[in-house]
């Protein structure tokens, strides 16, 4: 019979999930090597409800995003899912539009930012006291910056950026 060639499952059990043939330490690990691979990990959580939790944990730790697109998307995301918030570790943006959207305050357990391609322009103006202030509120737990092509017209913008955080 046709049928039970392509289906050799007995009928009714379709439904049942299987448990891993792997163990799940190994399974994680594997996913922990895919960090990188932001397809990768996408293609888990899509395809797997098993592996979609751990998939979504490596995703979200080490955050790199690389246009205002990106960043916004990103940060309606995690506005919207907020027990992704404190899952997030290192971010990594451009700094042109980051203004409008007060995505530090929501991150809790950030270690690491880097800000990427920051406008010479944007740090000849002052920062907006609501930026200073979420800035200040949300990076208690940070570790490191790294600032990546910048250009400071002045010592004093240096040091107001710096002094920020």
């Known amino acids: 019979d046709l049928a039970n060639t392509l289906n050799p499952l007995p009928s009714g059990t379709e439904s049942i999930p299987q448990s891993p043939a792997l163990p799940w330490e190994v399974i994680e690990k594997a996913i922990d090597l895919c960090s990188d691979d932001n397809t990768t990990l996408c293609a ?11 998939s979504l944990f490596v995703l ?3 955050v ?7 960043l916004i998307k990103f940060h309606d995301a995690v506005r919207a899912q907020p027990h992704l918030q404190p ?13 409008s959207f007060p995505l530090l305050s929501i ?6 930012i880097t800000f990427d391609r920051m406008s010479p322009v944007f740090w000849n103006i002052s920062l907006s006291e609501s930026i200073l202030l979420h800035g200040r509120q ?5 570790q490191s910056l790294t600032i990546r092509s910048a250009l400071f017209h002045t010592e004093s913008a ?7 955080f």
């Open 64 to 70: 790199d995003l690389r246009s205002t697109n990106q």
């Open 60 to 62: 979200y730790t080490k």
């Open 138 to 142: 949300s990076v208690t737990s940070l």
């Open 87 to 99: 899952v997030v570790r290192s971010l990594s943006f451009p700094w042109e539009d980051f203004s």
């Open 107 to 112: 991150l809790p357990c950030l270690r690491h």
């Open 158 to 164: 240096f040091l107001n950026f710096i002094s920020d």
């Open 44 to 54: 888990f959580a899509l395809t797997c409800s098993q592996l979609h939790p751990r």
